[in-house]
């Protein structure tokens, strides 16, 4: 389905136009339950009515705190739908984090479901201005309302019918994600309507071509606050599909899931796919259902698209790259069985070449474009930059520039690649900061890993460089998940593979890595631990 042009030029219209092309087909899934287009439609509308009547703001942003429930999907609709802006909030961050995130984004109303009732309390008690709180009960509006006088709170039971959407401009905010920060407040990535329309369209053109379309099933295994959850959504309901999201009880067997709900898309992150293939998950031809896999958010190993492809043999791959600041997907890469493990640098699947009106550019430290076969930075423009960080010009000036001579504005996006010639897939070769000097040497981690995944057997490995000193580290820690792993043995292997300066002078065994909660690799966590243990 194409979506027609609209006086509104809103992320909501994706949804609105699937609504009227196919109202009784389900739109999405949770657990038992299901809602039709016609029924979600029904649902959003009714809680932009309760934020356009009650909110007070003419564009409201909206925290969703929500998830895994019929009520987040509403509330991410509904907040679109009243002209507003979506801030996605999880339930079981902690309580200081959230507060942090509503307090940045100034948020004018809260839509919590069953999970997010939890959070209200603390949320309530903290918060600096009144807020409208959106709930499903009127019952328990009423109890809230005895509670927490200062704030206005409203139940979507009570709410009318006939609410028409409010329109929104290309340049009005649609959402609001707030990412890590390094001086440990999160950063707010504000993504405009246009910004994400012109991602869902370039979707559209890649995955039309493999006859995706309103008969498929979509996975939705993503955390709202991971930017990817807008493929899950906006994308899977531009094609008509049926989103598919896993209960807490289901997600602990997404395989079983899989089989069980007939995915034919799924969309994860490579730790995601290590967990997935253990004790032989990913058994050869377990999936033929499957029509279109993707990885995105963290390198992907050879190894795991090789794996995927066995277990879906009648699915295209693709890796998928694309920071939040860039809205969602830059570039593709589509894993060829015969072709693409020659074309893995250090073991790691290349990201590929750039979509439709995407400008990919490789940079030295002067901003000066490298000669091809060298390493730089990666720089992206085209019309999916975001405008910049949530009400902070100086890291917005330092990661939004201008190239001489260029007027469009590129991103910075830290990562190290190498130049390739045009048409050619780009290897992803680490991120900037995980190049470090040991005694004056440069080292790339990648490299070490690739070497610790051949010399471990195992495909969960991380390199970090530990202890710090001013120049970058001393040495290297390497954690490795295979419990059965020899170290002795491996690090022999390391000794034969690597240059002395680069083989980890402390291996790690562990049960598996800890994961942040978009289901990356959470290297900072292995960090943290290296310096509890120093300060001993």
Same mark, same amino acid.
């Given at each position: ?101 509503? *307090?940045?984004? /100034?948020?004018?109303?809260?839509? #919590? %479901? $069953? ?5 209200? @309390? =603390? ?37 009318? *019918?006939?609410? /028409?959407?409010?329109?929104?401009? #290309? %340049? $009005? ?5 707030? @990412? =890590? ?6 950063k707010g990535v504000g993504v405009l309507h246009r910004n994400a329309r012109r991602f869902v369209a ?35 309901? =531009? ?75 009648n699915a295209a791959i693709d890796n998928v790259y694309g920071p939040t600041e860039c809205t969602v ?208």
């Amino acid at each position: 389905m194409t979506i027609p042009a609209h006086a509104s030029e809103g992320l909501h219209e994706v949804f609105l136009a699937a609504a009227a092309a196919w109202p009784g087909r389900a739109a999405v899934e949770v657990g038992p339950d299901a809602l039709s287009y016609q029924a979600l439609r029904s649902a959003a509308l009714r809680v932009a009515r309760l934020l356009v009547e009650h909110s007070g703001a003419q564009r409201p942003r909206v925290g969703v705190l929500a998830s895994r429930s019929m009520q987040m999907y509403a509330g991410i609709l509904g907040a679109l739908c009243s002209g507003g802006t979506v801030v996605p909030l999880n339930p079981g961050f902690p309580v200081e984090r959230t507060r942090q995130m509503i *307090e940045l984004a /100034e948020a004018h109303a809260l839509v #919590a %479901d $069953d999970a997010g009732h939890a959070a209200l @309390t =603390s949320q309530l008690e903290a918060a600096t201005r009144s807020l409208l709180v959106i709930v499903g009960d009127g019952a328990q509006a009423d109890r809230l309302a005895a509670q927490w006088p200062r704030h206005r709170f409203a139940a979507v039971e009570r709410a009318g *019918e006939g609410f /028409e959407p409010r329109p929104s401009g #290309a %340049d $009005d905010l649609a959402y609001l994600f707030f @990412t =890590s920060g390094s001086t440990g407040t999160p950063k707010g990535v504000g993504v405009l309507h246009r910004n994400a329309r012109r991602f869902v369209a370039m979707s559209q053109e890649r995955y039309r071509a493999l006859g995706i379309g309103h008969e498929d099933r979509f996975s939705q295994f993503y955390d709202i606050t991971f930017d990817s959850s807008m493929f899950d959504l906006f994308v899977g309901w =531009s094609f008509g599909a049926a989103l598919c999201c896993p209960t807490l009880a289901e997600w602990i067997n997404p395989n079983k899931y899989i089989e069980r709900r007939a995915l034919t898309v799924i969309d994860i992150v490579p730790s995601t796919g290590h967990m997935m293939d253990r004790s032989n998950g990913w058994r050869a031809g377990r999936f033929p259902g499957l029509r279109l896999c993707r990885f995105g958010g963290e390198a992907l190993s050879a190894e795991l698209a090789a794996r995927l492809a066995q277990a879906a043999p009648n699915a295209a791959i693709d890796n998928v790259y694309g920071p939040t600041e860039c809205t969602v997907d830059a570039s593709y890469y589509r894993w060829d069985r015969a072709r693409s493990p020659a074309e893995a640098v250090h073991g790691v699947v290349p990201i590929g070449t750039a979509g439709p009106r995407v400008a990919l550019h490789v940079v030295d430290a002067e901003l000066r474009e490298v000669p091809v076969g060298r390493e730089g930075e990666l720089l992206i423009a085209g019309p999916q930059v975001t405008p910049g960080y949530w009400k902070d010009p100086q890291r917005t000036a330092n990661s939004f520039i201008q190239l001489p001579g260029s007027d469009a504005v590129h991103y910075r996006t830290g990562d190290l690649v190498r130049r390739v010639p045009e048409g050619q897939p780009i290897p992803y070769l680490g991120r900037m900061d995980y190049q470090i000097k040991i005694a004056g040497v440069r080292i790339e981690l990648g490299e070490i890993e690739q070497a610790m995944r051949q010399a471990s057997g195992s495909d969960e490995v991380v390199a970090v460089g530990w202890p710090p000193t001013p120049g970058g580290a001393s040495g290297v820690v390497g954690f490795v998940a295979h419990p059965r792993c020899d170290v002795a043995e491996m690090r022999a292997r390391l000794r034969d593979m690597l240059p002395g300066v680069m083989v980890p002078k402390d291996l790690r065994i562990v049960q598996a890595m800890p994961l942040n909660v978009n289901g990356k690799v959470d290297r900072k966590a292995l960090l943290e631990e290296l310096r509890a243990e120093a300060t001993v």
